[in-house]
């Protein structure tokens, strides 16, 4: 039976280097953080008191030889030789608070994530304005880790708080003094406290990886393709992922004077974007081909990984994703759907239908060079017949790559018009025997 992974540990402080000098892809740096500084309180409570705070889920890259850089704060360096899959909220917390690095909040903002510790009662909290001012804190556990003396560090903090006993008229031996100083030492060895690592290798494909992460985690999550190819673009290109997650961002609330993705009709997310880019720029309906197209597998070749695919659809990715992205594509679509009578988001029945539809919308502007408001009206059209007849519910992806397949032979704009109304767009009329549809069918002009 083939190996998928060993089991292995490492101390925090290894891990932390990892990630510091990009041996160790860590996507969550630049996105959006999730947890609760209290979360990231509790996480080094723990370590401090020797508890365990579970696995760490790692999967080995599948090159090593691939000379290409990523960043990490204000460095480049080499592309990662494993990145986390299961453990990205906790090594996140580790490196943002050990090496003092700020995190991205939900608003995009980078923020400084603060933990303090009382020498004297031994217990963490996030730091508050009261608690920076109360000179029994050490406000910032960070500067613990970062200091150039810890001696000195020490010294001064001891010096400190035996001024503000003395000032409260109580008393600070020497044997507090002692305390003081072993349980801030302590504090630096939770970079020594090991960790358990399951190391996934390098030829373990997606889907198995996924299964493995099903089945060792007890809290129900599962990974999705779009996960995997999310991934992908933090470590090669995490500037096409801060483009994606802010255009999904920006749909959900209007910004006064400003123009975003806001719509009346659809709110959306990463995976809505990376369908649309997988099925214009890719000729591709499956998730799954997505992730295998981007970690350079020859698809012809057994899935054989290439490096110089990888560069080379990495370079169209970077090509594609900004017409995907761009506003006046993406309103000029949106109007084409309210112009077939769908006007709010209620009346969208199906996100796949929408999606797939501005992905058609793209290949007949730009493959097809289709004139934008002919091509607008075949959009009202196709989005309207493909609601109707739920073209895309069930095994949708199986649809979309047979359509794509017939696309990409197409060579005319004649043929790729005759291929959109030839799908049994007249079904999509109601007759006068069928009960009336609660939307008339659009009205298309111009499509020959």
């Known amino acids: 039976m083939k190996e998928l992974y060993t089991i292995s540990t490492f101390n925090v402080g290894q891990l932390v280097d990892k990630i510091s000098t990009g041996e160790l892809g860590l996507p969550d740096l630049q996105r959006p953080f999730v947890w609760k500084n209290t979360r990231v309180r509790d996480l080094f409570d723990s370590l401090l008191k020797g508890f365990p705070i579970g696995y760490l889920m790692l999967w080995d890259c599948p090159s090593k030889e691939d000379n290409r850089s990523i960043s990490m704060g204000e460095k480049s360096y080499t592309s990662p030789k494993e990145v986390i899959i299961d453990g990205q909220q906790r090594l996140t917390s580790l490196y943002a608070v050990i090496k003092g690095q700020p995190v991205i909040n939900d608003k995009f903002e980078k923020v400084q994530i603060k933990i303090a510790y009382h020498p004297i009662e031994d217990k963490f909290e996030v730091c508050t304005s009261a608690i920076e001012k109360d000179p029994e804190w050490i406000s910032n556990i960070s500067d613990i880790f970062n200091t150039p003396n810890m001696f000195t560090f020490t010294s001064e903090y001891i010096s400190r708080l035996q001024k503000s006993k003395e000032d409260k008229g109580e008393e600070f031996s020497s044997e507090q003094a002692n305390q003081v100083y072993e349980r801030i030492n302590e504090i630096t060895k939770i970079k020594d406290r090991h960790l358990p690592v399951f190391n996934i290798f390098n030829d373990v494909d997606e889907e198995i990886v996924s299964e493995i992460f099903v089945r060792v985690n007890s809290r129900g999550i599962t990974l999705k393709q779009n996960d995997f190819i999310l991934t992908l673009m933090s470590i090669y290109w995490g500037e096409g992922r801060d483009m994606i997650e802010s255009f999904c961002q920006s749909s959900h609330h209007p910004v006064y004077k400003k123009s975003t993705a806001y719509n009346p009709i659809t709110e959306v997310t990463p995976q809505n974007i990376i369908r649309v880019v997988l099925a214009f720029g890719f ?114 992806e199986s649809v979309v790559e047979e359509q794509l397949n017939r696309i990409k032979n197409l060579k005319t704009i004649e043929e790729y018009k005759g291929f959109l109304l030839n799908q049994h767009v007249r079904e999509c009329v109601p007759r006068p025997h069928h009960p009336p549809h609660t939307r008339p069918a659009p009205r298309v002009v111009g499509t020959g």
């Open 283 to 396: 000729n591709r309906g499956r998730l799954k081909y997505g992730y295998k197209l981007l970690r350079g597998a020859d698809l012809e070749n057994k899935g054989a990984v290439d490096e110089k695919l990888k560069t080379e659809r990495f370079d169209h990715l970077k090509e594609v994703l900004p017409l995907v992205l761009d506003l006046t594509n993406w309103h000029e679509f949106i109007k084409s759907v309210m112009n077939a009578g769908y006007l709010s988001g209620e009346m969208i029945l199906s996100k796949n239908a929408l999606f797939y539809s501005y992905a058609f919308y793209l290949i007949g502007k730009y493959r097809f060079k289709i004139p934008e408001m002919e091509n607008q009206n075949l959009c009202s059209l196709w989005f309207f017949y493909a609601t109707l007849s739920s073209l895309y519910a069930g095994s949708f």
